[in-house]
């Protein structure tokens, strides 16, 4: 096998999977954070209300992350995070600076545009979306 051969299908999907399941539990830390203080902010945050900004986000990402772990409704899911991601950059790293390394909204371009992979990808074959849709065939 050459390195510019494709890998097989098989191989890549997984990997897919492996790749939302990741991103999903890390999304799922960046949530908690917001809302439960776990694991602790290396910058001390205040206390947010659940209906203020950052509750909100913080609900998002809890439990759309977990939903991207598990693979559940995942394209729905990752369009949302992919938008609320794009929002974060745009109202914080933005108005500092056009790019992501100068204003610290890396993570957000790198989740918008991976929650917007998972949009035309789908979840993968370790999934209960592909569960779901080997059940009804």
């Known amino acids: 096998m050459s390195i510019f051969d494709p890998y097989p299908e098989r191989d890549t999907g997984q990997m897919l999977s492996v790749l939302r ?3 999903g539990v890390v999304f799922v830390s960046a949530g908690t954070m917001k ?4 694991p602790p ?6 206390v947010f209300g659940l209906m203020s900004e950052m509750g909100i986000a913080g609900i998002l990402e809890t439990f759309g992350g977990l939903l991207i772990v598990l693979g559940l409704f995942t394209r729905v899911v990752a369009f949302i995070l992919a938008g609320e991601m794009a929002v974060a950059y745009f109202q914080f790293g933005f108005p500092v600076s056009f ?8 993570p957000a371009v790198l989740y918008c545009f991976l929650f917007l992979y998972l949009v035309f990808a789908g979840a993968g074959p ?3 979306d592909a569960w779901i849709s ?3 065939k």
């Open 41 to 46: 902010s290396p910058v001390p945050m205040p």
């Open 21 to 23: 399941i990741v991103a």
């Open 134 to 136: 080997r059940a009804r």
């Open 99 to 106: 790019f992501p390394t100068n204003s610290n909204s890396v």
């Open 126 to 128: 370790w999934s209960l």
């Open 35 to 38: 809302l439960f203080g776990y």
